[in-house]
């Protein structure tokens, strides 16, 4: 059930930040993040009696702290790509918001076996790979704004993981 639950948010996750690229185009960022998560509010109040959710103080506090990391993720992530190219900066956020967990759950005394200690490794050396473009002429060789950008959105999604 636990892989069925994850499959299920992976192609939601997709699902969603697809067409949040798609409605990017037409509408600025910061309008299709705003509606996405009024959206989402909306539907967690009305289904977490439903599912035996509880909405305490407590969890609501967390749930805003991590929908406005979340958000301002997806609003920072939507401009980077705006302004640089998604080769550099889908791959250092993804990074980030994998290594800011682990990051977390170091500073709270867990310790990663060294084959999970070995991932992040060929993780960091994947995204120098991955994110490498072919120099043209005239051109800088990398858009620091957009790997700025990249960077931060990348760190909120993962204060995002950490949050829930």
Do not use: C, K
């Amino acid at each position: 059930m636990a892989a069925l639950l994850a499959l299920s948010a992976a192609v939601a996750y997709g699902v969603g930040d697809f067409l949040g690229g798609v409605a990017a185009r037409r509408v600025p960022a910061a309008a299709v993040v705003l509606w996405s998560h009024l959206v989402g509010l909306v539907l967690l109040a009305a289904l977490a009696p439903v599912v035996g959710g509880q909405l305490s103080p407590e969890t609501l506090a967390v749930g805003a702290v991590a929908g406005v990391l979340g958000g301002g993720g997806v609003a920072i992530f939507y401009r980077a790509l705006s302004v640089g190219a998604m080769s550099v900066v889908a791959p250092v956020a993804a990074l980030l918001s994998a290594a800011v967990p682990v990051a977390a759950g170091l500073a709270a005394g867990e310790r990663p076996t060294g084959a999970a200690l070995g991932g992040i490794g060929l993780a960091l050396g994947a995204v120098v790979l991955v994110s490498r473009e072919p120099r043209t002429a005239g051109a800088p060789r990398l858009n620091w704004t957009a790997l700025g950008l990249a960077v931060l959105s990348g760190t909120m999604f993962g204060l995002f993981f950490v949050a829930l």
